[in-house]
């Protein structure tokens, strides 16, 4: 199977703290859901049957309400249909564009207690992700 990709690599995310902290950001999310969700042993969850997308929708019902309050919103959410320019054998399920005031808020959800209780439900959820920073540029009718 090829590499996936569910949490940064300390490079990875280095490179992303090492960014401007002070301006908007756009974060595109990439989204290969499990068959069935992976939660580890003991967790409230586990044993539940939940599928993958199950287990995201969990970890959407939990972290939104951090997100939401360091002032995140989704600007745009679509679901796969088929790879158009890319590898023939990828497949997505779903995939976002989440937008922040700042770095700083995205560190501010990340650092949260219950964002951490959260995110367990993300990993138990995904096989492979993308988790992409970009400065918002100017919407509109040209490319």
């Known amino acids: ?45 586990a044993g539940k049957g939940w599928s993958g997308r199950r287990a995201y929708e969990e970890y959407g019902k939990t972290s939104g309400p951090i997100f939401r309050r360091v002032g995140g919103t989704i600007v745009w959410r679509g679901s796969f249909q088929t790879m158009v320019t890319g590898p023939d054998a990828k497949r997505w399920h779903d995939g976002f564009v989440a937008q922040y005031p700042n770095a700083g808020a995205f560190f501010e959800m990340i650092k949260d207690p219950e964002y951490q209780q959260a995110v367990v439900n993300r990993t138990a959820a995904l096989v492979d992700s993308r988790l992409m920073r970009f400065e918002p540029g100017e919407a509109g009718e040209g490319f």
Request: net charge negative; proline share 11%.
């Open 1 to 45: 199977m090829a590499d996936s990709y569910i949490d940064p690599s300390p490079a990875n995310f280095q490179a992303f703290k090492d960014l401007p902290r002070d301006e908007p950001i756009h974060m595109l999310n990439l989204l290969e859901y499990r068959e069935q969700a992976e939660y580890p042993q003991g967790h409230e969850h």
